[in-house]
C-alpha cells in the first residue's frame, strides 16, 4: 500500500471513527448522567413519608436505568415484591431498600459510601409536625364534607341600600 493510499484512507476512516467514539460517548454519558440522576433522587427521599411522587417515579426508571446491572435489578424486583405486600413489613424491605442504594453506589463509584452511611436521614421536628397538622385538617375538612349535605349560602345585604 502506497503512502498516498494510505493518506487518502486515514482521512476518509479517520473522521468516520472519530463521528462513532464521540456517539458512543455521549450514549455512555447520557446513561451515566441518567443512573446518578435516579440515584440522587432515591437517595435525597429514602426515608420520606409519604414517599413523594418523585421517588416512586424513580422507583419505577430502575428497570431501564440500570438495566445492564442484573444484581440492581433483581434487588429492585425483590423490593417492589415487598412493597406489594399488605401491610409492608418495614423490617424486611428498609434492609432490601438499602442493598438496592448499596449496590447503585458501588456500581456509580461511591466505594466509600456505607449502608450506615446510606441509612442516616435528617428530617426536621418541624417537617413531622407539619405533615401532622396537615393530617388532622384533611381529616376534619373530609369529615365536615362527607357530613354537609348541602352549602347554605346567604345574600347579605348591602349597608348602603
Not at 451515566?32 to 413519608?49: V, Y
Not at 399488605?86 to 438496592?100: F, S
Not at 463509584?109 to 407539619?130: C, E, M, V, W
Request: hydrophobic letters at 40%; a neutral charge; proline letters at 4%.
Amino acid at each position: 500500500m502506497t503512502t498516498q493510499t494510505m493518506n487518502i484512507l486515514a482521512v476518509i476512516i479517520g473522521p468516520i471513527i472519530a463521528v462513532l467514539i464521540t456517539l458512543w460517548y455521549q450514549s455512555y454519558k447520557q446513561q451515566r448522567d441518567n443512573q446518578h440522576k435516579l440515584f440522587t433522587i432515591l437517595m435525597a427521599h429514602r426515608k420520606s413519608n409519604p414517599p413523594p411522587f418523585d421517588l416512586v417515579n424513580g422507583l419505577n426508571l430502575i428497570d431501564i436505568v440500570f438495566s445492564k446491572h442484573r444484581k440492581i435489578v433483581d434487588l429492585w424486583h425483590e423490593y417492589f415484591d415487598l412493597l406489594c405486600q399488605d401491610p409492608v413489613n418495614w423490617g424486611i424491605a428498609e434492609p432490601k431498600y438499602l442493598d438496592l442504594l448499596a449496590n447503585m453506589a458501588k456500581v456509580l463509584g461511591y466505594k466509600n459510601l456505607l449502608q450506615t452511611d446510606i441509612s442516616r436521614f435528617y428530617s426536621p421536628k418541624a417537617h413531622g409536625n407539619q405533615a401532622e397538622i396537615n393530617e388532622k385538617i384533611q381529616a376534619e375538612w373530609l369529615r365536615v364534607l362527607q357530613n354537609t349535605a348541602a352549602f347554605v349560602v346567604t345574600k347579605k345585604e348591602d349597608d348602603n341600600t
